[in-house]
């Protein structure tokens, strides 16, 4: 099959999106598929790349990001028409939100057309755009979802909660996010243990707590901080960048936490993956539904990491993770809750290591990507025929 993928970005460039992308492109590649993905240029240059046998990646460059969120590539529908007519796709998989997903609706192509979706649009109150700007883009998503012949959902909780698909579901399917194994299996991690983010979880006398994710609104990580205080000893690693970052910094100062939280910034994956070897526990304490999924849940639990993930409502963390038999989950913006919480697993560890065990074998039975990809490529089958129901009962179940 030839599958031609329209993602907003690509590895290098990081992101839960970014990172299924690739993982799902290759594993269609190894499968015999034919795979083109078509991104905008980020860390990486414009152009071509070959990224393995049968799968190439073309970038074009982004002139601009509007209202900071959306990046505006000129060159995308001119590659997009380049690769229709050379390319030939037997499915077009375009994942959103997205701004280039809406280039393919122009072109009014016969091929089949599946929507990927991973999260609705949302807004910090602070940040929201204009109301006009917003009715214009839900009217040209309401029009890429009209197109579609199968719409993908990531969890159950999600499509049930989501209003954009509300009209749609007659033609959607739950397929949950997947992720490859990480190389090397659970142990991964020990070329890059000496640094300084890893060698601060080792450090710690206590429960080693680690949080990735974009410093953002939506993420909860301030919640975090307050819980820590609570809990003697506990040490928490954040990885990752965004606006929220002045704010937390001021949050540990008052907290009285320099010294047990770190703020680790951005990592490449050898480092990511020695704070996880070196950390007992996943934290994801997110705020709201803007957490669609959570696959840093999936990055802990092939690790055999315990989690503990806030259960907001019509997200996805609800989902990845069952409360008591492969983590915990608590209220979302409760600080006693999490502080409670991770207080347990601090004083057990018979249960990190039970939940992480169980946590494991959940990743290995729903979420390891060839069984993804194997779903998916039965939507793709069930689009070509223009015919895609609801998932069964058995697969929607958590």
């Not at 839960?16 to 992308?21: A, I, N, P, Q, V």
Request: with cysteine; proline share 8%.
């Amino acid at each position: 099959m030839r599958i031609l993928h329209c993602g907003k970005y690509f590895p290098p460039d990081r992101g839960g999106m970014e990172t299924f992308l690739r993982d799902l492109a290759l594993a269609q590649a190894r499968a015999g598929d034919r795979v083109l993905v078509l991104a905008n240029a980020g860390a990486a240059p414009a152009g071509r790349e070959d990224v393995a046998p049968g799968l190439a990646v073309v970038r074009a460059k982004v002139a601009f990001c509007a209202g900071g969120y959306a990046p505006v590539a000129p060159g995308l529908p001119l590659r997009f028409i380049q690769a229709a007519l050379a390319f030939r796709p037997d499915v077009l998989h375009v994942h959103a939100p997205n701004a280039a997903a809406l280039w393919p609706l122009l072109l009014h192509l016969r091929t089949p057309l599946v929507v990927h979706w991973h999260a609705d649009v949302s807004f910090p109150p602070e940040r929201r755009p204009p109301a006009a700007l917003l009715a214009a883009w839900s009217a040209l998503e309401g029009w890429m979802l009209r197109r579609a012949d199968a719409v993908v959902a990531t969890s159950p909780q999600y499509l049930a909660s989501s209003p954009a698909l509300a009209r749609f579901r007659d033609k959607c399917r739950v397929v949950p996010l997947g992720l490859a194994e990480p190389p090397d299996g659970a142990d991964q991690g020990e070329a890059d243990r000496d640094h300084p983010a890893a060698a601060f979880l080792r450090a710690a006398p206590g429960l080693k707590v680690l949080a990735v994710g974009r410093l953002s609104h939506y993420k909860g990580f301030s919640v975090l901080c307050q819980a820590a205080a609570k809990v003697p000893g506990a040490a928490v690693c954040l990885v990752g960048e965004g606006e929220e970052r002045p704010a937390l910094e001021r949050a540990v100062a008052g907290l009285g936490l320099a010294g047990r939280v770190l703020l680790a910034g951005g990592l490449d994956d050898a480092a990511l993956a020695a704070c996880y070897a070196a950390c007992d526990v996943l934290c994801l304490p997110s705020l709201s539904r803007s957490e669609a999924f959570g696959m840093v849940l999936l990055e802990a639990m092939a690790r055999g990491k315990a989690c503990v993930a806030a259960a907001v409502d019509g997200g996805g963390p609800g989902y990845v993770v069952q409360d008591g038999e492969t983590g915990l989950l608590v209220p979302p913006g409760d600080p006693a809750a999490l502080a409670a919480a991770l207080d347990r697993l601090a004083r057990d560890e018979r249960l990190r290591i039970r939940l992480g065990a169980a946590g494991r074998e959940r990743f290995a039975a729903r979420f390891r990507m060839e069984r993804v990809a194997a779903a998916l490529r039965e939507v793709y089958a069930a689009a070509r025929t223009h015919r895609c129901p609801l998932a069964p009962r058995e697969d929607a179940a958590p």
